[in-house]
């Protein structure tokens, strides 16, 4: 039994040293890592100089610190900026005789009714049809129905007293009835005088597009080209740059602008503006209000109130209606709207001279009882001419 007991004894002594000297050969075997190689470090390439490739750094003179000159600090480097140059005012092109002076433009558009009526008037034989056809050319002109009757009524009855007809005695005929149809007693006068003794306070309405704005910058032209001092009142707070573009017609003139925030309240930019102009001693305060379409009653109730408020300081002098003669008849439509928010003193139509609808003229001084005062013959700054009804119907029916 003692003996078995030894063998056990020696068999685990040798299993363990067996076992210690595996464990040992195996550790001998696994070899530490070698230590990473240390990287190589490049000179950073030199910066080239002006006309030379990158090379070496040269060896060059270097100045000390004491020898570097340094500000003193007393007082900080100031850089003068040119001063901003004013723009240049523009004397605008007198306005007596201006229309005129546009005749052609205007005569280029207006010759097809002039013209026309002349052609029907010196047939052999005026019968039913040719003074049918005589109707018809007047209302296709947007002369309107009963001032196309009228005339009609009044051109039968002359050419039969008048029997032979010339050219010459035709074109003197219908000369004297479209003047007398266009009315040449109306005042067409743009009224600038205050009864207190302040500006004079002119408000320019009309719908979105028919150039408003741009009319208001160039009646500003009319009243400085006349003699007087202008300030642009820029109600027009609903349309982006509005009043930028109003700005930029004042200052061609030399006229002060009033403007408020985008999107304020366009009452209160008018009465600011007819505060200053009393303050600045101005002639005219001229107040450009929003292109409001005449379907939205709110837009007009709000009109109505910048009209209210103006009047705080004095009553309007004039109430300028702004429209397109290219819209013809819709035109009307706006003019008596506008008629019922405001007292419409005066029309200016603009675009006349791309127009072959003149009679717009007759007609919406019949549908609201107030004159045309000025017109639109183009693009131009000085292109807006005070009416004068000779002028115009010569331009109509030509030389």
Known sequence: MDILILAVVIAVVVVGALGGLIVGSRRKKQLP???PAAPDITAPPAEPHVGDEAETPREEPRRTVEEVDLPDGSAPVVVEEPPAEAPAIEIPEPTAGRLVRLRARLSRSQNA?????LTLLSREHLDEDTWEEVEDTLLTADVGVQPTLELVERLRERVKVLGTRTPAELRGLLREELVALIDPGMDRTVHTENETGGPGIVMVVGVNGT???????????VLVA???TVVLGAADTFRAAAADQLETWGERVGAHTVRGPEAGDPASVAFDAVKEGKEMAADVVLIDTAGRLHTKTGL???????KRVVEKHAPLDEV???LDATTGQNGLVQARVFA????ITGIVLT????????????????ELGVPVKLIGLGEGADDLAPFEPDAFVDALIGE
């Open 33 to 35: 890592p070698p230590p």
């Open 113 to 117: 009714l002039g013209k026309g009526l």
């Open 211 to 221: 150039g408003k704005t741009t009319t208001t910058g160039k009646l500003a032209r």
């Open 226 to 228: 006349d003699g007087n």
């Open 300 to 306: 007009m109730d709000e009109l109505g109130k910048v």
């Open 320 to 322: 300028l209606l702004v």
């Open 340 to 343: 019922e928010v405001v007292d």
């Open 351 to 366: 675009k006349l001279d791309g127009t072959a609808k003149g009679g717009i003229v007759v007609a919406v001084q019949r």
